[in-house]
């Protein structure tokens, strides 16, 4: 538990004392938010307002993560170097979406195939070498960092992409990754369009995952000196201690960054913070092995990419729109709705998901031992 308290303290340190130094640094080169001219009226003031503060969110994260292994004399897991290669991975795309919409003052950044073909290359590299790095357990069993087989609160027995051998296993978890990668990076990006809001969201699901990985630790294979019933229950996840270690610390650097983003926001995460999440958010899942239940914790995530979703499809199919504007938050903005309003209704909503993943995850485990 100390780590994990480490990770977290670190984590939120920098993210606290280090979001103002960016603000004056991005300020000094003007480094601010370009504003679509096609969205809510009432953002034009945001103008100007410094992004990319998912710099700080990536740096705490890492500072967090490093400095709980420093303090427990412990080597970073395999899994833990996966899910940094997405943070880190996709925090650069980010980047250089976010650096090329500043430069060049205009609303697009990378074009979307560079943005697509990034986030492809980034996510077959992890969907590869998730299913590397056996561990041999004591009952036999090797486990990798990830799972062939599709999860919801575990793995399914009966859903095993290596249903035609192993060369089209790797094939086909690799493209299963990138479509969680891809969706989920996507969500938290979408949900980035009001001060606080993402990353506020981001605190009930990082949260509820750090419980999840947490419970797997202590309930991992093979268990000893329990009840049988209790040994056949335990979760066969490869490192679900440097899992907590690096959700909390990521809880620690949304909350340091929530301070300065809060409405009217100082600062912006922008593509940087946003791909960084939401690759970490579906990291986890995998590496978790709760893929399915991840969209119950993430449930705000998916309510506003299905809004966008929706919207398009809608109006190509009738030239209606269901909504003023998509995604929903800027819906409910053209209805008149305040922003702080949204913000914290819609957290309200991320914490019940949050709480329902994990519900769902504890009774799970509470029919399996009976």
């Known amino acids: 538990m100390v780590p994990?308290?480490?990770?977290?303290?670190?984590?939120?340190?920098?993210?606290?004392?280090?979001?103002p130094v960016l603000i004056r640094l991005l300020r000094k080169h003007q480094y601010g938010q370009f504003i679509r001219k096609d969205g809510p009226t009432a953002h034009y003031t945001k103008r100007g307002t410094p992004t990319m503060g998912?710099?700080?969110?990536?740096?705490?994260?890492?500072?967090?993560?490093i400095s709980a292994h420093i303090a427990s004399w412990t080597f970073p897991s395999p899994s833990g170097w996966l899910l940094m290669l997405l943070i880190l991975g996709l925090g650069l795309i980010g980047f250089l979406d976010d650096y090329i919409k500043i430069s060049k003052q205009r609303s697009l950044g990378l074009t979307p195939w560079a943005k697509i073909l990034g986030q492809v290359a980034v996510g077959t590299t992890f969907g590869v070498l998730a299913l590397l790095f056996p561990r041999h357990e004591k009952n036999g069993v090797l486990v990798t960092p990830g799972s062939t087989k599709i999860s919801v609160v575990r793995d399914i027995?009966?859903?095993?992409?290596?249903?035609?051998?192993?060369?089209?296993?790797?094939?086909?978890?690799?493209?299963?990754?990138?479509?969680?990668?891809?969706?989920?990076?996507?969500?938290?990006?979408?949900?980035?369009?009001?001060?606080?809001?993402?990353?506020?969201?981001?605190?009930?699901?990082?949260?509820?995952?750090?419980?999840?990985?947490?419970?797997?630790?202590?309930q991992r294979c093979p268990l000893q000196n329990v009840a049988p019933q209790v040994a056949e229950?335990?979760?066969?996840?490869?490192?679900?201690?440097?899992?907590?270690?690096?959700?909390?610390?990521?809880?620690?650097?949304?909350?340091?960054?929530?301070?300065?983003?809060t409405s009217p926001a100082q600062i912006f995460m922008g593509d940087t913070g946003s791909l960084a999440l939401g690759g970490a958010f579906a990291g986890l899942s995998i590496l978790t092995r709760t893929e399915f239940l991840a969209v119950i914790i993430g449930g705000l995530f998916v309510l506003i990419v299905m809004s966008d979703v929706i919207q398009v499809g809608v109006f190509k199919l009738t030239g209606k729109r269901v909504f003023k504007m998509a995604p929903l938050h800027h819906h409910f903005e053209l209805k008149g709705w305040k922003e702080i309003t949204i913000v914290v209704r819609f957290r309200i909503i991320a914490g019940l998901c949050a709480i329902a993943g994990i519900a769902l995850f504890y009774a799970e485990w509470v029919v399996a031992i009976k």
Do not use: H
């Open 4 to 19: 994990l308290g480490i990770a977290l303290l670190t984590s939120l340190v920098i993210s606290l004392a280090g979001t």
């Open 157 to 218: 027995p009966g859903l095993d992409l290596a249903f035609a051998g192993i060369f089209v296993a790797f094939i086909l978890f690799a493209l299963w990754a990138n479509f969680l990668i891809a969706a989920w990076s996507n969500g938290v990006n979408l949900t980035d369009g009001l001060d606080g809001l993402a990353s506020g969201a981001c605190l009930f699901a990082f949260g509820a995952y750090t419980g999840v990985a947490t419970w797997q630790y202590y």
């Open 54 to 65: 998912g710099l700080v969110i990536i740096l705490a994260t890492v500072g967090g993560w």
């Open 233 to 261: 229950a335990c979760y066969e996840v490869r490192d679900p201690a440097d899992l907590a270690i690096i959700s909390l610390a990521i809880v620690g650097a949304c909350f340091g960054f929530l301070w300065w983003n």
